[in-house]
């Protein structure tokens, strides 16, 4: 997705749900016109996902959204606006203006784009209200390999550098969780192209690749039959769905992988509108229902943080990312677009 001089790295890829306020805008119109006599919210709300559906972002999105639909009392439906690394839906969710019936989900990929030049703005255009939910990174392995843990790998890595192949997405947060991976390790692993996260499963599988980042929920089904191995979990400690899995740092490597689901709204967003979802977001965080449906059947975790903790977690990707990529310059080549 080299040895950090830091003792520990925390690498989230911070997935933020931006609030935008629908209105007039075409493509966000409301299917009716919101009562102003029942108070804010008053009206069905949209959902941006600039990923495919059944994706991790998709399907976090979809369970935060259900739970929103009935705490808020309106409707809360997810729309998937797909295209240039997540880029055409944050647009399209920027040009919204700011009365409270669109939401966005966006992600530290939007932070890269910034970096790397795909966009001209980033998540800190937005306004953050709270973090819900967190999908670990694991490390994963078709079921036939050989290694069953990520000293395994490493050890082979370091006999065989540049042979072991890695899926990675060229110019996203999975290329830098690669880099970060392999500067801590010390190791250095071939790259293999694959379009989306999503998609390494199965490349695992079929053989395409020997080794791949992942999260439960993208793995989900090959887990379930069988066909694919998790080496190791980069989280603090191992998910109810994937105990077998022991911790990066159970195993020498004190390195942290995740995406991370929040709420943020564009610049102009009205105060008391932010704060009534920092509220949801609070309730949503201690319902069994969704816990249950996070945590267990998704394989994410429920990691509330509030607006101000949120808003350092933000800062503190975006200087990381940064940091990454000056110290990778363009020697790592699938970090950087068109390379």
């Known amino acids: 997705m080299r040895a950090f001089s830091e003792p520990r790295v925390v690498f989230g890829f911070v997935l933020t749900l931006a609030l935008t306020l629908q209105s007039c805008a075409p493509a966000f ?40 639909s009935r705490d808020l009392g309106v409707s809360v439906s997810v729309r998937n606006v797909v295209g240039d690394s997540g880029s ?26 910034q970096q790397l030049g795909i966009t001209t703005y980033g998540p800190f255009e937005f306004e953050p209200i709270a973090q819900i939910v967190t999908a670990p990174a694991f490390i994963a392995t078709d079921a036939g390999s050989s290694w069953t843990s990520i000293a395994n790998l490493v050890d082979e890595a370091k006999a065989r550098p540049d042979e072991l192949s890695w899926a990675m997405t060229p110019a996203s947060t999975q290329a830098l969780a690669a880099y970060s991976f392999m500067s801590k390790a010390g190791v250095s692993l071939r790259p293999v192209r694959f379009e989306s996260i999503d998609q390494v499963a199965e490349g695992l599988v079929n053989k395409q690749v020997q080794v791949g980042q992942t999260t439960y929920g993208s793995a989900l089904q090959q887990l379930r039959q069988g066909r694919v191995r998790l080496l190791g979990v980069a989280w603090e400690k191992r998910g109810a769905l994937s105990a077998a899995a022991s911790t990066f740092k159970e195993q020498g490597i004190d390195l942290i992988l995740s995406t991370n689901y929040g709420f943020a709204a ?9 704060q ?7 309730r949503a965080a201690k319902d069994n229902a969704l816990q249950q ?16 903790a949120y808003i350092n977690r933000l800062k503190d990707s975006d200087t990381q990312i940064q940091s990454i990529l000056q110290r990778s310059g363009r020697r790592f080549c699938p970090i950087w677009p068109f390379c």
Not at 88 to 111: H, K, V, W
Not at 266 to 274: E, F, N, S, V, Y
Request: no cysteine.
């Open 88 to 113: 055409r839906g944050s647009q399209q969710a920027r040009s919204a203006p700011a009365d409270g019936y669109t939401l966005l989900l966006l992600d530290e990929q939007l932070i890269l784009n």
């Open 266 to 274: 564009p610049k102009g967003t009205p105060l008391a509108m932010r």
């Open 29 to 68: 119109s409301p299917a009716f016109s919101p009562d102003s006599r029942r108070g804010y919210p008053n009206g069905p709300i949209t959902v941006v996902v600039p990923y495919a559906a059944g994706t991790d972002a998709d399907v976090a999105a979809r369970g935060v959204a259900e739970f929103l």
């Open 293 to 308: 449906k996070i945590e267990v059947d998704q394989g994410f975790v429920v990691n509330f943080q509030p607006r101000d």
């Open 276 to 282: 009534t979802f920092e509220q949801a977001l609070s």
